[in-house]
């Protein structure tokens, strides 16, 4: 038996998925008594070079040679991009295909659509690609971690700004210079506000805290900040301070309401998401009864990004082999609560240029004082002028004490500017939050008792 | 619709079940549209006290009040060891009940007969709790990641030799003393052997290459080495080195041969299982269309593997409620060769113990020249009486090779010890194996092109 599949798509991820399809046919056809064979492959350009050989494949550059070929019973859309993207897809579930994409946008903007449009049609939807390319996340987060609350994720889910934040961790180089040579590499687009502000991570955040915290996560309720901001002296002071910055994506449930935030974080370097660097992905998860997990790997990529396209297929093969015609879970799932401003105490770091005056500090530090900002760490190294650089590292404080030594510091008349001011990310703690009935040691021969 | 459960052992792990599934029963309900329901547990003492309350659950010591029990539709088995839990679960298949355990050592010994026992009756065994505790490892394995060849599993799965290494390297101490304190605090077992002898670590990685290299290992094809040569001497050795020392399970696949080993390892400080200490597992997965993978989290206790557990039983409590009777993959796997002595070249680590004459280390220098065996770096540093300790760093070797250049030590009578030799890992590669069709970059709109 075989299943005849739909390609939507054949750029670095499409062209992967053909070459991979076919290299694993085999296999597939051992496991899951299926044969998986693409018969049509929508491209814009029929004449276009492919990356890959096309063998038994019709390219076509009608979208109803794909979505209308009944025999077609899975479409693989590596499009990218809502429209039109987001019409195949529908129109693909209305007429009973199963779909897997690796659509971050489309997932993280009209997954609601989508999913609902799924349900309709008694159809499954796949997505594993979306976040952290080859990294299995949602299965597991869908799957084995379902016996746990999930309380806490964590994680760095773009490469561009990773990339960017490595180079100038090694090199010492500014932002616009790495940048530019990034863009130059091709790791980062011409137009590289998608990644650099942020947004991309934010559009993967949507979708894993949807999963994780069953509910439905708008990306509006992402609280976005980019790292245009990172200057060469604050990667500097970070490492003085015994840190690198990494962007974080950062989602947290705390008594049922949640709070959703992308923002560059000092990281310590003992800390297992300093040591992910370059186009690697990682994303640290914290459930009730597991503790602390992470799952870390090639978050981008055309082979890494297949890899994800692929198991997906193998599962929607196997469903179909065994006749599930049913979809797991519920898409009706509960609102929460998203507290746009209310994380939890943390340290923070702030970086300021003050007059250069005799007891100039002395202010800052009442300023501090009174807001009841205790201080961990102060950095005074580079004087430029008449200014000094002062750089700061709060003891853990509440987001409304940070707020208010910010605006005392403005107010304070000796502090021409606030350059930066960014989280502190504590070394991870240790261990399952629920309280382990027994002990926390299991015996190699636990006996029966 | 409910699900009635039946609960074999209510030891450390055993009460994590029973505690978890009442606290997700009614999210379990929501998700599968079944509530499961725990009915019986055997146990050999009912008087004795459990570390979680008990509501509707009844203790019994009579094994046929669970497997003979036809409302029981899942036996959950946490009784560990060979017997009885494996005439138990047998049992318990072959009146269709599905199997959910955490038994590493059963499934590592008698996996063949348990699984070919399932397939008889149409049942389900899962085992996600029988390695790396919390850690999503079987299920990715055989889910998302069949669409890559495997060639390399390292992982660090064993909780007492990680703490016990973890300890030495952090004070200085020796094996014995760390061991004793380990025992006191019930960190490890008063026979310790099955920990530091490498042979527990054994178990769970037979299971873990059956899966990834999609065939049937067998325990005796494992090289096993625990980790009781390790002295005082060899941690501030491989500190000096830039190192720590992990107890390692390394699973390969070369040209359709395996090789399989436990053995302690110098891995660099910068390398990602480096960080991993006390109880926490992590397991590396190479995949050709994947690249590296890194999976982190608890390997131990009550409710981290309680987690494992009952995330199995929701996925087999979905199956039940969509009528899966089939098991998804077959059971007949080709058998693969498996080279004992055969790894591929590496650096390795030798302490050795000299007299302390001159001339003695020119002659030295010189059994590793004749064998072909380049030294990477050399330390001198304690001597003891007329010896001296020297450690020396091999560039990388083929196995022969550092065995001509140990004999040639021997051989030589001025070595009167050969006190270690260890292997140093590398830090990982960078990447798919395959090579990426187009190129390596997943822009963030890819375009149909």
Same mark, same amino acid.
């Given at each position: 038996?075989?299943?005849?599949?739909?390609?939507?798509?054949?750029?670095?991820?499409?062209?992967?998925?053909?070459?991979?399809?076919?290299?694993?046919?085999?296999?597939?056809?051992?496991?899951?008594?299926?044969?998986?064979?693409?018969?049509?492959?929508?491209?814009?350009?029929?004449?276009?070079?492919?990356?890959?050989?096309?063998?038994?494949?019709?390219?076509?550059?009608?979208?109803?040679?794909?979505?209308?070929?009944?025999?077609?019973?899975?479409?693989?859309?590596?499009?990218?991009?809502?429209?039109?993207?987001?019409?195949?897809?529908?129109?693909?579930?209305?007429?009973?295909?199963?779909?897997?994409?690796?659509?971050?946008?489309?997932?993280?903007?009209?997954?609601?659509?989508?999913?609902?449009?799924?349900?309709?049609?008694?159809?499954?939807?796949?997505?594993?690609?979306?976040?952290?390319?080859?990294?299995?996340?949602?299965?597991?987060?869908?799957?084995?971690?379902?016996?746990?609350?999930?309380?806490?994720?964590?994680?760095?889910?773009?490469?561009?700004?990773?990339?960017?934040?490595?180079?100038?961790?090694?090199?010492?180089?500014?932002?616009?210079? #790495?940048?530019?040579?990034?863009?130059?590499?091709?790791?980062?687009?011409?137009?590289?506000?998608?990644?650099?502000?942020?947004?991309?991570?934010?559009?993967?955040?949507?979708?894993?805290?949807?999963?994780?915290?069953?509910?439905?996560?708008?990306?509006?309720?992402?609280?976005?900040?980019?790292?245009?901001?990172?200057?060469?002296?604050? #990667?500097?002071?970070?490492?003085?301070?015994?840190?690198?910055?990494?962007?974080?994506?950062?989602?947290?449930?705390?008594?049922?309401?949640?709070?959703?935030?992308?923002?560059?974080?000092?990281?310590?370097?003992?800390?297992?998401?300093?040591?992910?660097?370059?186009?690697?992905?990682?994303?640290?998860?914290?459930?009730?009864?597991?503790?602390?997990?992470?799952?870390?790997?090639?978050?981008?990529?055309?082979?890494?990004?297949?890899?994800?396209?692929?198991?997906?297929?193998?599962?929607?093969?196997?469903?179909?082999?065994?006749?599930?015609?049913?979809?797991?879970?519920?898409?009706?799932?509960?609102?929460?609560?998203?507290?746009?401003?209310?994380?939890?105490?943390?340290?923070?770091?702030?970086?300021?240029?003050?007059?250069?005056?005799?007891?100039?500090?002395?202010?800052?530090?009442?300023?501090?004082?009174?807001?009841?900002?205790?201080?961990?760490?102060?950095?005074?190294?580079?004087?430029?002028?008449?200014?000094?650089?002062?750089?700061?590292?709060?003891?853990?404080?509440?987001?409304?004490?940070?707020?208010?030594?910010?605006?005392?510091?403005?107010?304070?008349?000796?502090?021409?500017?606030?350059?930066? #001011?960014?989280?502190?990310?504590?070394?991870?703690?240790?261990?399952?939050?629920?309280?382990?009935?027994?002990?926390?040691?299991?015996?190699?021969?636990?006996?029966?008792?």
């Amino acid at each position: 038996m075989k299943v005849t599949i739909g390609l939507l798509g054949c750029g670095t991820v499409g062209a992967g998925v053909v070459e991979l399809t076919r290299r694993r046919a085999g296999r597939i056809a051992d496991m899951t008594g299926v044969r998986p064979v693409i018969k049509h492959i929508l491209v814009r350009d029929e004449q276009k070079p492919r990356g890959v050989v096309l063998e038994g494949e019709r390219l076509t550059t009608r979208p109803e040679d794909v979505l209308d070929d009944p025999e077609v019973r899975v479409v693989i859309e590596t499009i990218g991009g809502i429209e039109p993207a987001r019409t195949f897809i529908l129109r693909a579930l209305r007429a009973g295909k199963h779909v897997v994409t690796a659509n971050k946008d489309l997932i993280a903007l009209h997954g609601e659509e989508i999913f609902d449009a799924a349900e309709a049609a008694q159809a499954e939807v796949f997505f594993e690609a979306a976040v952290g390319g080859a990294i299995p996340l949602i299965r597991p987060l869908k799957g084995c971690l379902t016996s746990n609350e999930i309380t806490d994720l964590k994680g760095i889910i773009n490469g561009t700004t990773n990339y960017i934040l490595s180079k100038m961790t090694e090199t010492g180089a500014g932002f616009d210079e #790495v940048l530019r040579e990034a863009q130059e590499l091709g790791y980062a687009e011409s137009d590289p506000t998608s990644d650099v502000d942020g947004l991309d991570a934010a559009r993967k955040l949507t979708i894993l805290a949807s999963i994780a915290f069953h509910t439905r996560v708008r990306l509006d309720e992402v609280r976005v900040h980019g790292i245009r901001s990172i200057t060469a002296a604050d #990667v500097a002071y970070a490492n003085d301070l015994g840190c690198v910055i990494k962007l974080l994506a950062v989602g947290r449930e705390r008594d049922g309401a949640l709070q959703l935030e992308v923002r560059p974080t000092l990281v310590p370097k003992a800390h297992p998401l300093a040591s992910v660097s370059d186009a690697f992905n990682a994303l640290f998860v914290r459930g009730d009864a597991a503790g602390d997990l992470m799952f870390f790997g090639r978050g981008a990529g055309s082979m890494p990004t297949a890899s994800a396209v692929v198991g997906d297929l193998i599962e929607v093969m196997q469903h179909l082999r065994m006749g599930i015609t049913e979809t797991r879970g519920s898409n009706r799932l509960p609102k929460k609560q998203v507290h746009a401003n209310q994380g939890p105490a943390g340290r923070y770091y702030i970086r300021l240029t003050a007059l250069d005056r005799p007891g100039v500090f002395a202010k800052i530090a009442g300023v501090f004082g009174q807001a009841g900002v205790s201080m961990e760490s102060v950095l005074q190294k580079r004087v430029k002028g008449e200014d000094a650089q002062i750089v700061i590292v709060t003891h853990a404080v509440s987001q409304g004490e940070l707020a208010a030594a910010i605006q005392g510091l403005k107010d304070l008349g000796s502090v021409p500017s606030i350059d930066n #001011v960014l989280p502190v990310e504590e070394l991870e703690g240790e261990g399952p939050v629920l309280e382990d009935v027994m002990d926390d040691v299991v015996r190699t021969h636990p006996e029966l008792s």
